[in-house]
């Protein structure tokens, strides 16, 4: 492979403790997950002002053993930005070719060089995905037979001159994939289109659906959270569980994941009580509303996913700005995994906030995204959009926590996220 030592002065034009890390999912037609774009941030003012291009997607990269790919990304793919300076570089040699797809920008010229350096990477196992095509240029022509996805902007495929692009790539067996998908009616329309793939968070916009029911399931657990935030005896709380077997199974599955940190097994209701506590078991009942069974298929619901990464990244972020506060820990996992409720019943937040009860910061934060809860759900929130800098930033600076903090809490709520998720399929 090239010696090329670009990586070494990449790395030296970006400290890599001012970025922080973007995760946007992409699935595929059954709206399952099938891989995260990567997306590193400046936390600096001015947001991403690099050096020179993609210093910073260069720097992370060459750091990635440090950062551990696996626990940002879980069992999915990875996309990741580069230009023709980071894909000359030898920063490649040590990543996962198997979980990686590089994305090259549109800035990438198709010279011999580039092209005889990625048909080098190809041999090596690595895919490549093709950014803001518009056109069929002579550029676009010559990278297309090393290229395996095509992504197209969601306002672009809508313009009928991409009909002709969209067609030639079909003819050649490319994969096609629509970004900056933002709403269910734009997923609908780009799937019928013929896409194989979209990113964006549509899943995660709540569409109210008239007259819409919880689920047999979903309404037993709602009914057991119920009882557990209130004072019934334990006994109760078991006999309730117990009268439906599906949930007691489901329940004792998830206690036991490698998540909750446990040295011995729970095998029983009244165990799970004890040991875990009424605070922990609410949070693994709210975990649960989102794994029900009768949608279950045979990978993780994204909505899933989003609300464990948030629930367990409040949390983080809670417990380091508020170390003293007794129980601030568990209320902003709460509001994490609510956030996302209304997308998953299809119900107003305000219409769940009635058959759940909640303390009045947990319901302020989830209305109005006000008060310390809520201003840790906007920091969240923004962290997941691909243009969230300008809320990112200034948040970090009001909370006085650094970017690297930030990286931290991220990948370990990412990697609970993941290891939650396969005990809930």
């Known amino acids: 492979m090239n010696n090329s030592a670009a990586p070494a002065s990449a790395a030296h034009e970006f400290a890599v403790r001012d970025f922080y890390l973007g995760r946007q999912p992409i699935l595929d037609a059954n709206n399952a997950l099938f891989a995260y774009e990567l997306l590193f941030r400046s936390s600096s003012v001015g947001g991403a002002s690099f050096v020179s291009g993609l210093a910073a997607t260069a720097a992370v990269i060459a750091h990635a053993g440090q950062l551990g790919l696996d626990r940002a990304i879980g069992d999915a793919l990875a996309?990741?930005?580069?230009?023709?300076?980071?894909?000359?570089?030898?920063?490649?040699?040590?990543l996962p070719r198997e979980k990686v797809v590089l994305e090259l920008v549109e800035s990438v010229e198709a010279s011999d060089a580039v092209l005889e350096r990625m048909g080098e990477l190809k041999g090596h196992g690595?895919?490549?995905?093709?950014?803001?095509?518009?056109?069929?240029?002579?550029?676009?022509?010559?990278?297309?037979?090393?290229?395996?996805?095509?992504?197209?902007?969601?306002?672009?495929?809508?313009?009928?001159?991409?009909?002709?692009?969209?067609?030639?790539c079909r003819r050649e067996n490319k994969q096609l994939m629509a970004e900056k998908v933002e709403t269910r009616a734009q997923y609908e329309r780009v799937r019928d289109f013929g896409f194989d793939?979209?990113?964006?968070?549509?899943?995660?916009?709540?569409?109210?659906?008239?007259?819409?029911?919880?689920?047999?399931?979903?309404?037993?657990v709602m009914e057991l959270m119920k009882l557990v935030t209130s004072d019934a005896e334990n006994i109760e709380i078991e006999r309730a569980v117990k009268r439906d077997v599906t949930l007691a199974i489901n329940l004792l599955r998830l206690v036991n994941t490698p998540a909750v940190g446990l040295r011995h097994k729970?095998?029983?209701?009244?165990?799970?009580?004890?040991?875990?506590?009424?605070?922990?078991?609410?949070?693994?009942?709210?975990i649960l509303l989102y794994a029900d069974p009768q949608q279950r298929s045979h990978s993780a619901s994204p909505l899933l996913m989003l609300?464990?990464?948030?629930?367990?990244?409040?949390?983080?972020?809670?417990?380091?700005?508020?170390?003293?506060?007794?129980?601030?820990?568990?209320?902003?996992?709460?509001?994490?995994?609510?956030?996302?409720?209304?997308?998953l019943?299809?119900?107003?937040?305000?219409?769940?906030?009635?058959?759940?009860?909640?303390?009045?910061?947990?319901?302020?934060?989830?209305?109005?995204?006000?008060?310390?809860?809520?201003?840790?759900?906007?920091?969240?929130?923004?962290?997941?959009?691909?243009?969230?800098?300008?809320?990112?930033?200034?948040?970090?600076?009001?909370?006085?926590?650094?970017?690297?903090?930030?990286?931290?809490?991220?990948?370990?709520?990412?990697?609970?996220?993941?290891?939650?998720?396969?005990?809930?399929?």
Do not use: C
């Open 79 to 94: 996309f990741l930005n580069v230009d023709a300076d980071v894909l000359m570089s030898d920063i490649f040699a040590f």
């Open 126 to 168: 690595f895919r490549f995905a093709l950014n803001g095509v518009a056109a069929i240029t002579a550029n676009v022509e010559r990278l297309l037979p090393l290229i395996d996805f095509v992504k197209f902007d969601m306002l672009q495929v809508m313009q009928v001159s991409t009909a002709a692009v969209v067609a030639r």
């Open 197 to 220: 793939y979209f990113q964006g968070y549509y899943f995660a916009k709540p569409t109210v659906i008239a007259g819409r029911k919880l689920t047999p399931s979903q309404l037993a």
């Open 266 to 286: 729970i095998d029983s209701v009244s165990q799970a009580l004890i040991v875990l506590g009424r605070r922990q078991l609410e949070r693994w009942l709210q």
């Open 307 to 343: 609300a464990t990464t948030r629930g367990k990244l409040l949390e983080l972020l809670a417990k380091r700005l508020r170390p003293a506060q007794r129980n601030v820990a568990d209320i902003a996992f709460t509001v994490g995994i609510m956030s996302l409720m209304d997308a």
């Open 345 to 425: 019943f299809g119900m107003k937040m305000e219409v769940i906030l009635e058959q759940i009860p909640v303390i009045d910061e947990v319901k302020d934060a989830l209305l109005s995204r006000s008060g310390f809860f809520g201003e840790l759900l906007k920091l969240a929130e923004a962290i997941e959009q691909m243009d969230g800098d300008d809320l990112v930033v200034p948040a970090l600076k009001e909370l006085a926590i650094s970017s690297d903090e930030l990286v931290e809490f991220e990948v370990a709520a990412f990697s609970w996220s993941d290891s939650v998720a396969k005990y809930a399929v």
